[in-house]
């Protein structure tokens, strides 16, 4: 079975890991990770509060903000609405399709993923932080995926708004799905205020070493954009003239979400299956129908194997 629903970066830095020296790894209380994290994202280490894994950083921010109500610009990654709802926001969607300006509420959380979640549309934030600025909202934007493009962070709206929240979640990325470490970054004063209800110790010896090894490859961003945008650009053409393809998002990230016709995602996802390759289903993810497919970047075999399989359609 050929997998296109693995949402991991199909290829995997340069890390070798002793086993044998992990016992004697960590002394320095992240300082080690800390300094290679601020010198790849440009970012001071007293702007950086670490996380024992992605949900757990999603989890901390909101309840440490303790809001009324949070809106999430959709399709999301759904563990901030099922966070929001379990700590009792009042959860509100908006559906970024149609209209990413619907108003919200006074002094609310906002949750932006950019490069999007599924679709991977890099958005030019300037309007938004306008808006959110005039409704003195508290912004947390998702860069878990831009590290598979060369835009910009949105870190150079920290100096001048605040209360601005980046999360950033490496196991995609640095394609190692049991890598439990995430972070947000902040102004000093907020990441303080953070970091008073955290435990220090949270992070374990392994994913450490995995990520700061990761962070060494000096190479992989390179390699791993360039192979990942030549390899997108191979899938978009296969895609583009295929019969059952109506359209498909510009994507900044390793996700392409499709637009079918003449036949559903349930249609389509079987006629693959039954030629072992596999693709997600994304039904379960806010504002997505019947018609959408969600296909994540692979090696050129894999692509060269589903190109015959789609011509045979």
Request: proline residues 2%; aromatic residues 16%; hydrophobic residues 35%.
């Amino acid at each position: 079975m050929i997998d296109f629903s693995i949402e991991l970066n199909f290829l995997k830095p340069n890390v070798e890991l002793d086993y044998n020296k992990i016992h004697t790894f960590k002394t320095d209380k992240y300082t080690t990770l800390l300094t290679l994290l601020s010198k790849r994202y440009k970012v001071n280490n007293n702007q950086i509060e670490l996380f024992n894994g992605y949900s757990s950083a999603i989890y901390s921010i909101l309840k440490f903000l303790n809001l009324k109500y949070c809106f999430i610009y959709s399709p999301c990654n759904l563990v901030y609405k099922k966070a929001a709802s379990n700590l009792d926001y009042e959860v509100r969607l908006i559906n970024r399709f149609e209209n990413i300006f619907l108003p919200i509420k006074e002094q609310s959380v906002v949750v932006f993923a950019n490069p999007s979640f599924l679709d991977g549309t890099y958005y030019d934030l300037d309007k938004l932080f306008k808006y959110w600025s005039s409704k003195d909202a508290t912004v947390i934007i998702d860069e878990s995926l831009l590290d598979f493009s060369s835009e910009l962070s949105a870190l150079n709206y920290m100096k001048n708004y605040e209360k601005l929240y980046i999360v950033k979640d490496f196991s995609k990325y640095y394609s190692n799905e049991s890598l439990n470490i995430a972070s947000i970054f902040s102004n000093e004063k907020n990441s303080e205020l953070l970091r008073k209800y955290e435990p220090e110790d949270k992070l374990s010896n392994f994913d450490m070493f995995y990520l700061e090894e990761s962070f060494k490859d000096k190479e992989f961003k390179l390699i791993s954009n360039s192979v990942n945008i030549k390899n997108k650009a191979s899938l978009e053409k296969i895609l583009n003239s295929n019969k059952y393809v109506d359209s498909f998002f510009h994507s900044s990230s390793n996700s392409l979400l499709i637009k079918l016709k003449n036949i559903s995602s349930k249609e389509f996802k079987a006629k693959l299956e039954d030629k072992s390759i596999k693709i997600s289903n994304c039904l379960k993810y806010d504002f997505i129908d019947d018609s959408y497919i969600n296909i994540y970047i692979s090696s050129k075999d894999n692509i060269v194997k589903l190109e015959e399989v789609l011509n045979a359609f």
